[in-house]
């Protein structure tokens, strides 16, 4: 069982006590003081709990972050002043470094009932990150972007429902030309390239896209169609297989550097289980991984047989490495990211790149999912991306953040906006939820779309995470 499984399982766990808790308490209410006094307080508690208490956020908002810089950038002495940050060397910074701040963020009261938020104000910029409700704890800014009011001393750092406080670090990150570059990015699912790396990949001078899997699970949405569930699966993987090799057009890449590989969704940690057996589809009801194939420019090893086996994703992804020949590959991070397809998708770009001629200079990781905060990235569309919840020591990372302008935003939102498994309408039981939370909360959602993705991913920031091959 997964880290992120084993903290769901808990999270549900104390909910049913909390639901029996609060069902003897209201049993006692009734009886003691009026039948009818139980059915307000049920509702009035059902209402605080979607407004307030619904986020999946699986530690307590009062724990520090735990990241390791050690040896990946260079330390400044900083100094917080009321709201002002100063640095000793300001002359230090360049453009297109990665800043980040690590401080001290304390929640006040109402920033338990709305979302605390750090505002950083300087002369020509601004940004606004967000956190957990209640937070009080150390937390990493992301000031890239910033070094021109940081080095002329104008940066404001002003909390809303929330205070800053203890010794700040800062810390500069060099940052790295990569739009000259030939760039990978792998992606486990369609829309996860364009999730991660929308604007980096479409600033890069020649582009490869790469999807693993066709996405084909979970096709509730076309049942309700009236299509039976194994020819639902069906029509859901062929169109996010369109999707991975249609909607990077719209980045200007080429149709023949997009490759969809036709792996069955959530069968990629089986495959790697028993590398020679074919893991078929969970719900498509198909053993051959050519239906979602049949879009590419060109054959691949598998398409030989056709069969969904460890073995033949390696082989794929050799024979794709060997042609473009990557400078920079672009992939799930291995520390940050949970889900199982995203981790096997890592393992097996790093198993083929062993033995071949070619390697990389750099790995990029990314995080579309976290083990923590299903919310991440807190705040609102077009926000910055402050650095995600990491509550356990691990390697020393470092960050590489990604400036994007409003017009890149939209043409990241417009390309989530083409992927059909972000089409969907949301539920009732979610629009209520949002509804309330708008209300109560002070929540807004994204203009883009209904898809929390749109909230999430659309930002003036891409984040990665840097690995150097030698």
């Known amino acids: 069982m997964s880290r992120k499984q084993q903290l769901l399982k808990r999270h549900r766990r104390n909910k049913r006590i909390a639901l029996l808790i609060g ?20 509702v009035l508690g059902w209402i605080a709990h979607e407004a307030w208490f619904a986020d999946h956020l699986f530690y307590s908002p009062a724990e520090d972050y735990r990241y390791d810089f050690e040896g990946q950038g260079e330390q400044l002495d900083a100094s917080l002043q009321g709201s002002a940050l100063t640095l000793a060397k300001p002359d230090a910074l360049a453009a297109g470094d990665t800043l980040v701040l690590e401080v001290g963020v304390r929640s006040g009261w109402l920033g ?16 606004c990150q967000t956190f957990e409700r209640g937070v009080r704890g150390l937390r990493y ?56 790396a929308y604007g980096l990949y479409s600033r890069a001078a020649a582009p490869w ?42 980045a200007g890449v080429p149709h023949n550097r997009c490759v969809q590989l036709g792996y069955f969704c959530l069968q990629l940690p089986a495959m790697r289980a028993a590398p020679d057996q074919p893991m078929a589809s969970r719900e498509a009801e198909l053993e051959d991984i050519r239906l979602f194939r049949a879009l590419n420019d060109q054959a691949w090893p598998a398409d030989r047989d056709g069969k969904p086996t460890w073995h033949n994703l390696l082989a794929d992804l050799r024979a794709i490495l060997d042609q473009a020949r990557p400078e920079v590959i672009v992939l799930p991070d291995a520390v940050l990211d949970p889900h199982p397809d995203h981790i096997c998708s890592r393992q097996a770009v790093i198993e083929a790149l062993q033995g071949l001629e070619w390697q990389p200079q750099w790995l990029l990781g990314y995080a579309n999912h976290l083990h ?59 629009r209520l939820r949002r509804t309330l939370q708008h209300w109560l909360a002070g929540r807004r959602h994204s203009a883009y779309g209904e898809n929390e993705f749109f909230r999430k991913m659309v930002r003036n920031q891409e984040l990665f995470w840097v690995i150097k091959r030698d």
């Not at 001393?153 to 203890?166: E, V």
Request: hydrophobic share 45%; with cysteine; proline share 9%.
């Open 209 to 250: 896209i790469v999807t693993l899997t066709a996405g084909e699970i979970e096709a509730q949405h076309y049942q309700h169609m009236g299509l039976p569930s194994a020819e639902a699966a069906r029509l859901k993987g062929r169109l996010r297989a369109w999707d991975s090799l249609a909607v990077p057009r719209w």
């Open 23 to 42: 069902l003897a308490l209201l049993v006692t209410v009734g009886v003691v003081v009026a039948w009818w006094l139980p059915l307000v307080l049920a």
């Open 141 to 196: 800014l992301n000031l890239s972007g910033l070094a021109r009011p940081l080095a002329d001393g104008s940066l404001r750092l002003q909390g809303r429902y929330c205070a800053l406080f203890g010794t700040p670090r800062f810390w500069r990150f060099p940052g790295l030309s990569l739009a000259d570059k030939r760039l990978m990015v792998i992606a486990p699912h369609a829309d996860d390239a364009e999730l991660a």
């Open 112 to 127: 338990r009932f709305l979302d605390p938020r750090v505002e950083l104000v300087g002369t020509g910029s601004s940004d």
């Open 372 to 430: 923590d905060n299903d919310r991440w990235p807190m705040g609102e569309q077009g926000q910055g991306i402050a650095l995600p919840p990491l509550m356990e020591p691990g390697p020393a990372m470092r960050p590489l953040s990604l400036p994007l302008s409003l017009a890149e935003q939209r043409d990241k939102a417009m390309a989530l906006g083409m992927m059909h498994d972000l089409q969907p309408p949301m539920s009732f039981k979610r």
